[in-house]
């Protein structure tokens, strides 16, 4: 992961403490302030979000509604922040006040009743670590697979909240070991969740994204392949009032037909026109400040 001023030890705790002893409202004001202050000085981040959604929203980089929503990302940002600490320390009675609905519930129950298990794969567009709270709330057995943080302390801060509220944890790597701890996870009927919108290992496939060519992760595609598991894209997103909603689409029809790499690169392709479409209706949730020409892995022959 790309070390950021946000992913240090200081930054995490401060959020963490002041999510716990403050009221949420003070919370989420000094998360405002804060972010607008990092607004200000991150000069790289907003230049790599406005090229972003420039291509996301057809606009010129310096065209005034990339720039309100450049900033707009900063605030959200800073509300997600104070929320992922917030929620996992609440009981379940109050965590309900933060949510409106999950749509599409019927489509991962479906998905479950064949006992082959879900995974949910997501991007990162809107609060992704908030529907662990939503899901587990409803009593679903979820599993989260994760990169890693930069520091020791801030991934055990993390991992902790998660694990509090009943989530089981598998950090990706390199190892195939992590890819087995997955599929012995999907045949208990657990759900998986993932996001899938970034190549952080150099060994993804390379599809039209956004009007680029950029490499997407080909271990969720390949892991519903190998596994039947459905394949659902999922996200949680924050409405006009403050408070979150699920949505999940229909599982995505996985292609097996073909060459394994024809199919992957098929199934990637699906997954890349509905991370566009979320993308493109919510893009001041859109948390990628790296450009996306800078994001495509050069492999070489």
């Given at each position: 992961m790309r070390r950021h001023i946000l992913d240090s030890p200081a930054s995490y705790y401060a959020t963490f403490f002041v999510a716990r002893y403050l009221p949420v409202n003070l919370s989420r004001w000094l998360a405002k302030v804060v972010a607008l202050i990092i607004y200000v000085f991150s000069k790289k981040d907003r230049e790599g979000l406005a090229i972003n959604l420039s291509t996301a929203l057809d606009r010129p980089v310096d065209d005034p509604?990339?720039?309100?929503?450049?900033?707009?990302?900063?605030?959200?940002?800073?509300?997600?922040?104070?929320?992922?600490?917030?929620?996992?320390?609440?009981?379940?009675?109050?965590i309900k006040n933060y949510f409106a609905d999950i749509k599409g519930e019927e489509i991962l129950q479906s998905a479950l009743a064949k006992g082959k298990g879900a995974i949910l794969l997501s991007a990162h567009v809107g609060n992704w670590e908030i529907g662990g709270s939503m899901l587990r709330m409803l009593n679903y057995p979820l599993t989260v697979v994760v990169i890693a943080h930069n520091t020791a302390a801030t991934n055990a801060l993390v991992n902790r909240l998660r694990q509090d509220k009943g989530i089981s944890v598998i950090e990706a790597g390199q190892s195939p070991f992590s890819v087995i701890e997955v599929l012995?996870?999907?045949?208990?009927?657990?759900?998986?969740?993932?996001?899938?919108?970034?190549?952080?290992?150099?060994?993804?496939?390379?599809v039209s994204f956004l009007g680029k060519h950029l490499n997407l992760p080909v271990g969720p595609v390949v892991l519903a392949m190998n596994s039947g598991a459905a394949l659902i894209p999922a996200f949680v997103l924050k409405q006009a009032d403050g408070r979150y909603f699920g949505v999940l689409e229909k599982a995505i029809p996985v292609i097996l037909e073909g060459t394994r790499d024809e199919a992957i690169a098929k199934n990637l392709e699906m997954t890349a026109r509905i991370f566009e479409k979320y993308i493109?209706?919510?893009?001041?949730?859109?948390?990628c400040p790296d450009p996306l020409a800078n994001s495509l892995n050069q492999k070489t022959a």
């Open positions: 509604a990339v720039r309100r929503t450049v900033r707009q990302v900063f605030l959200n940002y800073g509300r997600y922040m104070v929320d992922f600490f917030l929620l996992p320390q609440l009981p379940p009675e109050k012995g996870h999907l045949r208990k009927n657990r759900i998986v969740a993932m996001n899938g919108d970034r190549d952080y290992f150099g060994t993804g496939c390379q493109r209706s919510y893009p001041d949730q859109w948390y």
